[in-house]
């Protein structure tokens, strides 16, 4: 069964960085999609970025275009995300999400999600 173990969460200033990483554990056979989501009190949860297909494109939400990087190690199934210039309008719990195929079949999920909080 596939799961997605998240990790590098917390507390920064204005203006910091912080890394995210998402590693993907089980026999994964291909990963369609893999990328992040955040969810802040009282809003809806978005795509922040996200990688496509094998070595695909990359998309990001337009309020983090030239701030975030997503990038990703085929080898060991892990999305990161190197979050620079971080604002206190980033706040929220970052959840990663990941569709692909594997020994079950096709599999869909989300990680447990981890807290970044942007505050001075």
């Known amino acids: 069964q596939v799961r997605l173990v998240e990790s590098g969460g917390g507390l920064v200033q204005p203006g910091g960085s912080l890394r995210l990483s998402c590693a993907a554990s089980g026999t994964i056979y291909s990963i369609y999609f893999m990328g992040w989501y955040r969810q802040a009190p009282g809003k809806e949860r978005e795509l922040v970025a996200a990688?496509?297909?094998?070595?695909?494109?990359?998309n990001y939400a337009d309020s983090v275009e030239g701030r975030f990087t997503i990038s990703r190690d085929d080898a060991k199934n892990t999305v990161y995300l190197q979050m620079n210039s971080l604002k206190p309008e980033d706040t929220a719990v970052y959840y990663c999400?990941?569709?692909?195929?594997?020994?079950?079949?096709?599999?869909?999920?989300w990680g447990q999600g981890t807290q970044v909080t942007v505050s001075s």
């Open positions: 990688v496509i297909n094998n070595g695909g494109g990359t």
């Open positions: 999400y990941s569709r692909g195929f594997g020994v079950m079949g096709t599999y869909d999920k």
